[in-house]
């Protein structure tokens, strides 16, 4: 399956999500989308292990991702948000010490899939938060205080359920070897050519938190961030192809 196939099959999934009121069945269309993310970069790792001759699109490449301005607030919960979607789609990533953008390393199949899923995701955590605190309940928590944990707490939910329906992608991908003959290969040299890619381009010091010191900690803002990231849906009503514009080559 071709990436922009991929992609389509994704969109279809999105607008399944958004078209059910039933929360365990907008689980299933997400779990269905990172799967299917999944399967088809493992299809295209075996093809790229068959293949005589590699052209520069089969090749990893990098990407700058623009998370905001230099300034706003909340930007490393926006960050964390794609790196954990990046982390179950095989995308390394190193972020600027502002925050405002993110350097991701990976197949381009492989950054548009966590693109794609980033942008429909963060639309609906800044609107689960915003009415989270609209509704009062994080007081007397400071409202920073509360958006920041309610988001961080979202993204490490999204980030859970988006590796179980990998590992299961890769269980099935691997159990059916008949069918798939030399996955595990194809993924092994996959994961080796990523991280020469990444040691021989990345130029990346230091390290990157996803809280600062003087962020504070509000338990009862990182229930409802679990809460919110457990109901959340693929789609925001956007198509994928507009949410892809932001994305600089």
Known sequence: MTDDRMLARIAALLRQAEGTDNE???????AAAQRLATATSIDLAVARSHADQRTKAQTPVQRTI??????????????????????????????????????????????????????????QMVRASEAYIGSGKHKPTPTITARINFQLAFGARIGKR????????????????????????????????????????????????????????????????????????LGSGQKISGARSALNR
């Not at 509000?218 to 961030?225: D, I, K, L, V």
């Open 24 to 30: 365990h069945e907008a689980e299933a269309f997400m």
């Open 162 to 233: 988006l590796a179980e329906a990998r590992e299961q992608a890769l269980r099935e991908a691997t159990r059916d070897r008949k069918r798939r003959p030399g996955t595990a290969i194809a993924l092994r040299d996959k994961d080796l050519e990523l991280k020469d890619f990444y040691r021989e381009t990345s130029q990346a010091r230091g390290s990157w938190r996803a809280t600062s010191a003087t962020a504070g900690y509000s338990s009862s803002a990182r229930r409802a961030g679990d809460r919110a990231g457990r109901r959340a849906r």
């Open 66 to 123: 623009t998370i905001g301005n230099a300034g706003a607030r909340g930007l490393r919960t926006y960050v964390q948000l794609f790196v954990l979607i990046a982390n179950a789609n095989d995308v390394k990533c190193d972020i600027a010490s502002n925050s405002t953008f993110v350097y991701a390393y990976g197949f381009a199949e492989d950054i548009d899939s966590s693109h794609a899923l980033y942008a429909s995701l963060v639309m």
